[in-house]
């Protein structure tokens, strides 16, 4: 598979690293050449053009692909790409409707896909198979960490499930013990698939292996109320938190205005502090504005009488939303200091997040590294919730898959398909007869049946194999 991205900026250049790491064929494509030269460690085909330019789709192989990403940092730019690659593609291989090519197209303003003051829906008057604009994904990774902010990582495997992955510390009751043994000790703990050892060995797990310190586990849950026993298992503990948590999130961008609205929408009371005075209005005047249980404050976040004015202490989360990351991670560390028990920041930049857990800052989120599996979903199976990398396991990612009717797969047992393809599945979901979507545990599926969504872990070199297989 050719895969052509247009946009050699930390997003484009993440994309293509991941499919080179699954041995993909990947060709990119900037104007920039300092960006050009940036990406040179990737093993791509480097083209400096523009993705409005024929010459740099043909010298990209645009006839050969069968994917092509518009990641570039404009939103017009990436939707009338789509439509210009798709005319460039037909007149190369002569299929009229470019049925041959798939277009995603990146857009970072989520404004312009509403359907009322947008121009939404635009898979509808665009050429663009897939809009990838992950801010939901973003506010809801981001409020499902600060529930265990102990968890190392928090990732959605799809519909209502999670993947959690924590490192063994050496109070944890669970050393020395086999990761299939947990679950029978541990009631209401989640099974274990995967681990990772002190050394950085990844594996996915049989129930044999015993547990040491050190390790990072993978835990698979269909709801986020087992983090509380993952996190005491594993030797850790979270403070209490309420069912109404109080909330104080700084900045009213697009991120912080989604963020008040989740917990708004749980009956917690919510204050957000916003610099920019025309930003703080326009929250002030949109219908999440009208809630009685928000306070908006247009005020420097870093006030130290403004944050003792609000009683910053007193408040169980504090979430850094502002549109610079070295800012969030001092109003993060400063919230800390102050005794806020979860704090949570949003950063652009993807390799700052292992530096900003080091120094004991929770539940940072990059947006980027979200939008780059974000597109890597649509790339992969075309649906929503249907691939996540797992950043503490490099070598293991989680895919789901529909069967169908013609798969061999059907009427095979759970143990059979994982031995047969060298995988974990973590989760079944299956409709019933009256089209109802749910979700079972393995041990609940006796074969696999037609139209069953099968949701894995397998290492990333046999993904294409495993894809194959699966009939996707």
């Known amino acids: ?95 009229r409707n470019a049925t041959g090519l798939i277009a995603i197209a990146r857009i ?76 029978e000790i541990f009631v209401g703990i989640p099974p274990i698939y995967a681990k990772s050892s002190a050394e950085g060995q990844d594996i996915l797990t049989t129930g044999s292996e015993i547990i040491q310190e050190g390790d990072k586990l993978v835990f698979v849950s269909s709801s986020t109320e087992p983090f509380g026993q993952i996190t005491l298992a594993t030797g850790r503990k979270d403070p209490e938190m309420s069912a109404r948590p109080q909330v104080a999130i700084f900045g009213a961008t697009q991120f912080g205005n989604k963020l008040a609205s989740h917990y708004l929408n749980v009956g917690s009371e919510v204050v957000v502090i916003e610099p920019d005075l025309d930003a703080a209005n326009e929250l ?61 920041l949003l950063l652009k930049d993807r390799s700052l997040v292992e530096a900003i857990q080091r120094i004991g800052l929770t539940n940072p989120i990059s947006r980027r590294l979200v939008t780059i599996t974000s597109i890597l979903k649509s790339i992969h199976m075309n649906l929503p919730g249907t691939y996540q990398v797992l950043p503490p396991l490099s070598s293991i990612i989680s895919i789901s898959a529909t069967i169908s009717e013609e798969n061999s797969m059907i009427g095979r047992s759970i143990a059979d398909v994982e031995s047969k393809l060298g995988v974990r599945i973590v989760m079944v979901g299956r409709e019933d007869e009256d089209g109802t979507q749910f979700v079972l545990n393995p041990n609940q599926v006796e074969s696999i049946g037609v139209g069953d969504r099968l949701y894995l872990l397998l290492r990333k070199d046999d993904l294409k194999r495993v894809e194959k297989a699966l009939g996707s």
């Not at 121009?119 to 663009?128: H, N, S």
């Not at 604009?133 to 809801?140: F, Y």
């Not at 976040?301 to 990351?325: G, S």
Request: charged share 25%; aromatic share 2%.
């Open 284 to 344: 002030v005047g949109s219908p999440v504005g009208m809630n009685k249980r928000l306070d908006v404050i247009h005020g420097d976040p870093q006030d130290e009488e403004l944050l003792k004015e609000l009683e910053i202490d007193e408040h169980d989360i504090a979430v850094a939303a502002l549109d610079d990351d070295n800012l969030n991670i001092a109003i993060s560390m400063r919230a800390l200091d102050k005794g806020v028990p979860r704090t949570g």
């Open 108 to 183: 970072r303003n989520p404004n312009l896909m509403d359907l009322d003051r947008g121009a939404g829906p635009l898979e509808k008057w665009t050429r663009a198979d897939h809009i990838v604009c992950p801010n939901d994904e973003i506010v809801d990774q981001l409020a499902a960490g600060l529930l265990a902010p102990s968890i190392d990582e928090i990732l959605p495997l799809g519909d209502t499930s999670w993947l959690a992955v924590t490192t063994v510390t050496d109070s944890s009751a669970l050393i020395g013990m086999s990761t299939g043994k947990v679950g």
């Open 1 to 95: 598979m050719r895969v052509i991205i247009a946009g050699a900026g930390e997003v484009g250049r993440g994309v293509a690293q991941a499919l080179r790491q699954e041995r993909r064929s990947v060709a990119l494509i900037d104007p920039d050449p300092s960006a050009i030269n940036e990406s040179q460690t990737l093993d791509c085909l480097l083209v400096t053009g523009s993705a409005l330019s024929r010459d740099s789709l043909l010298r990209a192989g645009i006839s050969d692909a069968e994917i092509i990403v518009m990641a570039t940092n404009n939103d017009e730019i990436n939707l009338l790409a789509c439509a210009f690659a798709k005319r460039v593609y037909s007149e190369q291989v002569g299929d």
